[in-house]
């Protein structure tokens, strides 16, 4: 199991990733979560950064927004067009580059 927790003291938020389980606040969600799916990049759209396929919000604004302490429904009535999935791959693509790791040569 992986714990994430982000934000300051008083606003943080703590996901816990135990195979499709995915723990946000107070609620538990059922959902594989596969970045690939949700985020893309291309040297076209925000010189690249990665983004939620479909449209030109940056997974870095998402992760800020959580950093900052707002809820996955805040988000959403802030960007009505997303999903939840949306927002949890975000956090999913967030991970997978925590664990990158590189050879020095």
């Known amino acids: ?11 943080a938020i703590r996901l816990q990733y135990k195979s499709s389980l995915l723990t946000f606040g107070d609620r538990l969600t ?3 979560i596969n970045w690939r799916e949700h985020v893309v990049s ?4 925000l ?6 396929k479909g ?3 940056p997974v870095s604004l998402i992760l800020g927004y959580l950093a900052a302490g707002k ?3 805040q988000i959403l009535q802030e ?3 997303l999903q939840k999935e949306q927002i949890f791959a975000c956090l999913d693509y967030a ?3 925590a664990n990158f790791e590189t050879v020095a040569s």
């Not at 992986?2 to 300051?8: K, N, Y």
């Not at 291309?42 to 759209?45: A, G, K, Q, T, Y």
Request: glycine share 6%; proline share 8%.
């Open 79 to 81: 960007f009505p067009d």
């Open 95 to 97: 991970r997978d580059l």
């Open 55 to 57: 449209t030109r919000i």
């Open 71 to 73: 809820t996955d429904d």
């Open 1 to 11: 199991m992986t714990t994430i927790a982000l934000g300051d003291c008083h606003s």
């Open 30 to 32: 059922k959902m594989p």
């Open 47 to 52: 010189r690249g950064k990665p983004r939620i």
């Open 42 to 45: 291309s040297s076209d759209v």
